[in-house]
């Protein structure tokens, strides 16, 4: 009785919502937005300019609308799933008619304060929507044709669009975070086995057909040195000053590296990089700690939830937001080939700070209504 | 109650999956983390040089060139100041821009604008280039004027090569020049040191002194940033000036050498007998090597390269002459050495009309009417070709070769000092052999007798062997540049310690000899010898009577010699032209070699005029003049020697 009397209380006070918050996760972020403040203020080597005045704005702003979108409750966004994807969807068209331009890519669409990249919400719509699709399916169900083939569809979709801007890096990063779904949807690993032998065998035709520049990114990531001035030179620039950080870094403002304006893309993706030259292994080690409790405290809410919705959608981001600070990190450090892949909160860019931010709120939302059963 | 049985399946599932899912993350930020930990802890100084590398760039400043002195420490090769317009690269924003407000500044020529573009196309963007290294005052003060207008321009204050006695020691010292690819290839020295506009020797001491005088470069570190734009200056770790180098030279008995060959083409070689320090080494005519140090143009060039003097030759050691009657006292004494005749040996020189006649061959003495019987010390003295003829036929070409060699002839006197210097030819039956190929004939001993013929000398030989014969016959150990180990005394005591030594069995045959090693059989012949070349200068009917001095204090003993520059035929005899009347290129290159003073013998000398005419005429006279001013200096440059001595 106890239980039905729960599952179906689904009006909260005030006080309840504001006890059920997860201060730890505000704190964290709070934290982790400081820092990126901090280094991105180190970009200007320690002029309070152009970049961190915005940085600063942007966090603030979407930091607030974390917390605020928080109270929104989580059966609205179980409800408007797939209209969230639709419009991610109509976004990116959008992009393909009214886009701007930019170094060779074509990912934003102007919205007067802001220049929004579709593809970065299009990160979190795509988490959202698959929480939603697999709440309802039975588990005997997953491994049918149609439940198969019905969420590939979704995924290749936005999938395309986004690499045709073209983006490879957040193509890769939407793509992981949909198949992060799925596969803790139950999906057999099977599946997951057989897709990954065809992409491995239909490799040389996606080779083939990549951009010129992509190409060099990646054949240069197996061998930097083959253009250390060109294509390579990032790689080995981010390197050396990693490396020259040392243990305990070389001071916060005294990253020579990228002061001296040999860091490309500092205060974007390679906002890591000075932030390990400057405060060394430990900096970084606190930093990777800092989105490890992240991500702890993002599947805890998770597993307190009680519908699926809200258990696939928090897990699902928080593996999403692994695969982003994995994929950046890994590529600053030399492991991975440079895709342009942000991380979280801590580079400069106003619709990766919103996505996450979006994302962040949803999961809230989560804790904060945990009670709610959703769906039937 | 399905429902629910799946509910909690689904659950299990989610739960599983993320368990896998969390374990993979766990395994990758193990990786990230081992990354981290390789890159900045373990490989943590190899990528602190490359940081380093990155941030930190070196600009060499270049190092000042050593002094070069006399004997006397007047500088003969200084450092001036100049003032010079550079222009750094990285602040240009539009070169053709800055290089046009410079013209109209500072006058440029075209040429000259042509070899800037050429410079920077082989400059780094970040490198300082040199438009001017010479400008002057008020091209400079106007330069200073405008620069709020000149991006990048910089006013140096800067030092060059500076010769203050010119065109007098240009032979001796040499000039400066850019260095070429070439110079930077065989030089370490230059290699290692290398800055924009560094100046290397090209030719004499500054050539040859090259690694001693140019000195260490400095090194300026700045912390550069990804563009190579200078932002501060990390260490500069200062330049070193090449060292101060003390030759042997007497400048005022140079200059008077220079002056004396005025308008002629000639050399006159001074020479310590004992320390075979070279005094004075002018040849002639000469050339202003301060018009080398920015850079000769053509014109100049062209005037020096065409003139028909031969300035760039340096006649004392790179021009080769036959060297006449200067020779016949080494014939002589190698006649006696070998017990080949005595000194009473007499032949009769009957004049043009009778002819010395060997296989059919005829051969004139230079004296028409003849001689008349002629002993060994008239023949030296009065020159006579006629009993040279005969003393070389009875003594051979080897053994004549021999002991010229012994005495100097046939080898560098500098050895390796002097890239240009010349051995020479001191011809033997073995030479012809194996450089002609073909037999050795008679009639080339005696015409080898009077130092004509296949022999080849250079003035710098000569004096050499006239020191070697004036010291009593020690091998001298010849240098140009001040030597602490060369030591007078013991150079003396060394030499009498010799002189009491007995006579190895093997001293006329072919041998190596040390220095300061006798070089002589008999003392008695060479003194004979001496005293033969005295009568020649302060004797009546001597080749160089007119020369002498009367004062007991400069009397000096000398031999003459003319060398012949073609062959003289019977019409040339008959004609017996006066100087004037020979065309310039075919009149006899006139020479002197002698030693001073007579009593104490101390230096050896040799004159040469090209196409003088007879050594008695064009170069016994320089000698006079030149032997009182040596004698004159002789107290001063012992003093000197003392100094020098007491400092070591």
Known sequence: ?376 | MIKKTDDLNKNKIISRRLFVLVAAKIGLLGIVTSRLYNLQISEKQKYEILSDKNRIREWKTPPQRGLITDYFNNVIADNQRVYQVHLSLEEVSNFNNAIFKLKNIISLKDDEIKKIYEKKEKSNPWDTLIISENLSWNEFSKLNLYLHELDGAKPVLSTSRYYPYSNDLVHVVGYVGDATTQDIQNKKKIEENFVPGLKVGKIGIENSKDTDLIGNHGTKRYEVNASGKKISEISYNKETQGENLRTTIDLEIQQLAQELLKNQAGSICVMDIYTGEVITMASSPTFDPNKFTHGISTKDWNEIKNDKLRPLLNKSLAGLYSPGSTIKPLVALAALEYGIVDTKFKVNCKGHDHPYELYGERYHCWKKNGHGWMSMRNAIKQSCDIYFYEVARLLGVDKLSLIAKRYGLGSKVLEDFFSEEKKGIVPSTKWKKQVLEQSWYLGETVITGIGQGYIQTTPLQLCLMTAQLANGGYKIKPNLIYDKEINLDAIKSKIESEKNKSVSQNILKDHEFKYYERLYRNQNNLKFVLDAMYGSTNEQFGTSFRSRHKEDKYKFAGKTGTSQVKRITDQDRELDLDLEEIEYKSRDHALFIAFAPYDKPRYSLSVLIEHGGSGSKAAAPLANKLIKKILDRHELREKIRKDLKNIA
């Open chain 1, 1 to 376: 009785m106890i239980l039905s009397t729960s599952l179906n209380s689904t009006s909260y006070s005030f006080l309840d919502k504001l006890r059920a918050i997860d201060y730890f996760l505000i704190i964290i972020v709070a934290l982790i937005g400081s820092i990126s403040v901090f280094s991105i203020y180190s970009t200007e080597s320690g002029n309070f300019s152009f970049y961190t005045k915005n940085h600063l704005t942007r966090f603030l702003v979407f930091f607030s609308m974390f917390l605020v979108l928080s109270f929104v409750r989580v059966s609205f966004w179980y409800r408007q799933a797939y209209i969230f994807y639709i419009l991610g969807i109509l976004l990116l068209l959008l992009v393909i008619f009214f886009g701007i331009s930019a170094s060779g890519s074509k990912r934003w669409i102007s919205l007067f304060i802001m220049n929004l990249q579709p593809s970065e919400l299009m990160k979190i719509a795509i988490i959202v929507c698959f929480a939603r699709y697999y709440h309802r399916i039975q588990s005997s169900d997953i491994q049918s044709y149609k439940y198969l083939l019905q969420p590939i569809i979704l995924l290749l979709i936005p999938c395309y669009l986004v690499i045709t801007q073209p983006d490879l890096g957040t193509a890769i990063l939407i793509a992981g975070s949909g198949l992060a779904i799925i596969w803790l949807a139950g999906l057999k690993l099977r599946y997951f086995i057989y897709s990954g032998l065809i992409l491995l065998v239909s490799l040389p035709f996606v080779i083939s057909i990549l951009k010129p520049y992509q190409k060099s990114r990646i054949l240069t990531f197996f061998n930097p040195d083959r253009d250390p001035l060109g294509a390579g030179y990032q790689i080995i620039q981010s390197k050396i000053a990693i490396g020259s950080g040392g243990l305990l870094g070389k001071g916060f403002l005294q990253g020579t590296q990228s002061y001296l304006e040999f860091l490309p893309e500092k205060h974007t993706d390679f906002i890591f990089t000075l932030f390990s030259e400057e405060f060394g292994f430990v900096g970084s080690m606190l930093l990777i700690l800092l989105y490890t409790l992240l991500i702890y405290r993002i599947i805890r809410i998770g597993f307190s939830s009680r519908s699926f919705f809200a258990k696939l959608y928090c897990y699902g981001f928080a593996s999403a937001l692994f695969l982003y600070i994995f994929v950046n990190i890994a590529m600053v450090v030399g492991l991975l080939p440079i895709v342009g892949a942000p991380l979280p909160i801590m580079s400069y860019g106003g619709s990766s700070m919103l996505s996450i931010m979006l994302g962040l709120s949803i999961v809230m939302s989560c804790k904060i209504y945990s009670r709610d059963p959703i769906g039937n």
